[in-house]
């Protein structure tokens, strides 16, 4: 569970270029890429809104999931405004 706060697999692709003549066009992403990007952020957003939850019902889990309640609170503050 803590391996959320690592980066994601795909924002190491995201900075590459294609290598060829035209080295300085970025590189196009498939379908199945970008879906692979949108369901890391939904799985994010669930665990964000599950990890919400836990601080207000049973802030004494946090500990036993091994996060430290600044962690807990950093994560809570990506969500958008509107779902804090």
Not at 7 to 32: M, N, W
Not at 42 to 64: A, M
């Amino acid at each position: 569970m803590n391996d959320i706060f690592a980066p994601a697999p795909h924002q190491a692709v995201c900075r590459a270029t294609v290598t060829g003549p035209s080295k300085t066009s970025p590189r196009r992403f498939s379908l199945a890429t970008l879906r692979s990007i949108v369901a890391d952020w939904r799985e994010q957003t669930h665990f964000r809104w599950d990890l919400k939850r836990i601080s207000e019902t049973n802030p004494h889990l946090i500990d036993d999931i091994g996060l430290t309640r600044h962690q807990v609170d950093e994560e809570i503050a990506k969500l958008p405004f509107w779902q804090r």
